[in-house]
């Protein structure tokens, strides 16, 4: 089916789709925007209308340069849409195929550059707050697709329709799974529902994958992969092969991947800080 551009705008090329939404690249007057549709099968089932309704209301109640700004929503012949400010930016999953195309792995110096401001992003989006407290911001869906290098090294996190913020409905509430095997364990079998917590582990398995371009999981099926995931987590062993890390870096790294949620880092930052310690300027009392 063809991608129906909204009044008023013009389409210039598909940007992907899944199994809720079709993107697309428009062009408004000078600009060009992503514009978001759900696909035909989610026009009809609650999940598509919660993740169009959830991400429309993140991205119009927070603002912050790692994510998409809303521009407006709208409604017409093809259903429900959202025009979201477009940043043009290659993925984790599109680097690592670039790479492994050439017979390598990603180079040390931009997995650490990805790395170090994925995470500053996501620590400084977890901390949003306003004149009520904090807004307790959860991604709900990292992974490799979902987080993207910009030309000019900036590192943006995009696909929100899995997120949770404070305030939401309960009526917006939906048994999200992330994208398999990013996902933590407990939120593949069914036990947690999305937190800040849950996205530092999808954060780190992101980064390892982006580290060693391999399969975090031995598991091919999405069942499977489901199963694996849920019962043992990912093989964070692999960690050992994360070699644009020292190794008290890997230690980090390995720590955040623990399937026992007790025992992970705590936050984004503290991962952060992990694998970029800030210096800290000399005490002089």
């Known amino acids: ?6 009044k008023g705008t013009e389409f210039v090329r598909l940007l992907g789709g899944g199994s809720v939404f079709e993107v697309a690249l428009v062009r408004e007057g000078g600009r060009e925007l992503v514009c978001k549709r759900l696909v035909p099968r989610a026009l009809a089932a609650r999940e598509g209308r919660v993740a169009m309704v959830r991400e429309a209301r993140l991205l119009s109640t927070i603002a912050h340069p790692a994510l998409p700004s809303l521009v407006r929503v709208g409604n017409d012949a093809r259903g429900p849409f959202f025009l979201e400010t477009f940043a043009a930016g290659t993925s984790v999953a599109a680097l690592v195929r ?12 931009l997995v650490r550059h990805v790395a ?5 992003a996501l620590a400084e989006i977890h901390a949003l707050g306003d004149e009520a407290g904090p807004l307790d911001v959860v991604h709900g869906d990292l992974g490799p697709a ?3 290098l910009g030309p000019l090294g900036e590192v943006r996190l995009v696909d929100l329709g899995a997120a949770r913020f404070r305030g939401l409905e309960a009526e917006l509430e939906t048994d999200d799974r992330g994208t398999l095997p990013y996902a933590a364990p407990e939120i ?20 390892l994958h982006l580290a060693t371009g391999e399969r975090l999981c031995e598991a091919e099926t999405e069942a499977a992969m489901l199963a694996e995931v849920a019962t043992r987590g990912l093989r964070r062993e692999l960690v ?3 070699e644009a890390f020292e190794a008290k870096e890997r230690a980090a790294l390995f720590e955040a991947l623990d399937p026992d949620p007790s025992r992970r880092r705590a936050s984004a930052r503290e991962l952060c800080d992990a694998l970029a310690p800030v210096p800290r300027a000399p005490d002089l009392r």
């Open 188 to 207: 593949a079998s069914g036990e947690a529902k999305p937190s800040q917590a849950t996205d530092v582990y999808a954060m780190a398995a992101t980064l």
């Open 98 to 109: 670039g790479w492994q195309e050439r017979g390598a792995r990603v180079p040390r110096t």
């Open 146 to 148: 979902h987080v993207l």
């Open 1 to 6: 089916m063809t991608f129906l551009a909204p």
């Open 116 to 120: 170090i401001h994925a995470l500053e």
């Open 240 to 242: 050992l092969h994360a």
